[in-house]
């Protein structure tokens, strides 16, 4: 069975850093497609930035500079390092490979003086 497993999140002050991380298993994760995506309250789940297996990347435009998505297939692992942090980027985050039907709990990020 397909799962993801995040982790990292927290409570950071504004301009601070936070590097989520995911484990992935029950894929070839190799061969996917993988990405990160978050929900804020009342919002619509959004993609935040993707990756493919050859390592090139798509951001959103709220993030870019900032965010920088990362792999390991090694680990089966994807990384999303978060600079410069805003209020605004306050959300649940989650990642999945976008071709696959499986979420995982996500990991909420709080950015707050």
């Known amino acids: 069975q397909v799962q993801f497993v995040e982790s990292g999140g927290g409570l950071v002050q504004p301009g601070g850093s936070l590097r989520l991380s995911c484990a992935a298993s029950g894929m070839r994760f190799s061969i996917y497609n993988m990405g990160w995506y978050r929900q804020a309250p009342g919002k619509q789940r959004e993609e935040v930035a993707v990756?493919?297996?050859?390592?090139?990347?798509n951001y959103a435009d709220p993030v870019k500079g900032r965010f920088t998505i990362s792999r390991d297939n090694a680990k089966n692992m994807v990384y999303l390092q978060m600079n410069g942090l805003k209020p605004e980027d306050t959300a649940v985050y989650y990642c999945?490979?976008?071709?696959?039907?499986?979420w995982g709990q996500g990991t909420q990020v709080t950015v707050s003086s």
């Open positions: 999945r490979a976008p071709s696959l039907d499986y």
């Open positions: 990756m493919t297996p050859g390592g090139m990347t």
